[in-house]
């Protein structure tokens, strides 16, 4: 069948606008046209970079990339790009792993993974897994650093999470993401409880 769904491998790309909800309720009419200007900048680079756009959730973008050096070189351009426009930030999590390609969407534990890691980064930064890591070679001008270990959820074993740290990027505290995860931890014990009530 033609549309039956594809197992490959990939490397999972996920971004997001920081702060986007606060502009929204700021200015709609800018935050849309800065939504709509991301989305046609993010085309533009994956495509240079041998990737594809799978989807924008929100100020969200999903996407895949054959290679993981693509996926990391793709972010880094788009991180550069705003680190100089100032326009906005970007958090930015990738992931290397199997999926699922099914007509215009994707899924798998590599994207959950891409997705947690956006959302334990700083504004302006790029954090990615050892999967990742494994590909970059290691002439290549992308720099990182480990950040250590982490427990992400629905994520079974802890996982070291890196930050691209090639110049222009932030390069996220430990303890400011340990904080981060520990909040979440907290919110969502206090919401089970509710639902317990």
């Known amino acids: 069948m033609k549309n039956e769904p594809k197992?490959?491998?990939?490397?999972i790309m996920?971004?997001?606008i920081v702060g986007y909800t606060a502009l929204m309720g700021e200015n709609q009419e800018l935050a849309f046209q800065l939504v709509k200007k991301n989305s046609k900048f993010h085309q533009e680079v994956i495509?240079?970079?041998r990737g594809k756009l799978i989807k924008e959730l929100g100020d969200g973008v999903l996407c895949y990339f054959p290679k993981p050096e693509d996926a990391v070189a793709a972010a880094y351009e788009l991180q550069q790009f705003y680190f100089k426009s100032k326009e906005l930030s970007l958090r930015i999590g990738i992931h290397y792993g199997e999926v699922i390609l099914d007509r215009h969407d994707v899924f798998g534990d590599a994207v959950n993974i891409a997705s947690r890691l956006q959302t334990l980064g700083s504004p302006g930064s790029v954090l990615f897994s050892h999967k990742i890591l494994e590909d970059i070679d290691e002439n290549s001008s992308l720099k990182s650093v480990s950040l250590g270990k982490?427990?992400?959820k629905n994520v079974?074993?802890?996982?070291?999470?890196?930050?691209?740290?090639?110049e222009g990027l932030v390069i996220p505290k430990r303890g400011e993401m340990l904080k981060l995860l520990e909040s979440r931890l907290k919110k969502f014990m206090v919401g089970g409880l509710i639902?317990?009530?």
């Open 195 to 197: 639902l317990l009530t």
């Open 156 to 166: 079974k074993e802890p996982l070291e999470v890196f930050a691209l740290a090639n």
């Open 150 to 152: 982490f427990k992400l």
């Open 7 to 11: 197992r490959t491998c990939a490397a």
């Open 47 to 49: 495509k240079t970079h």
């Open 14 to 16: 996920f971004s997001d």
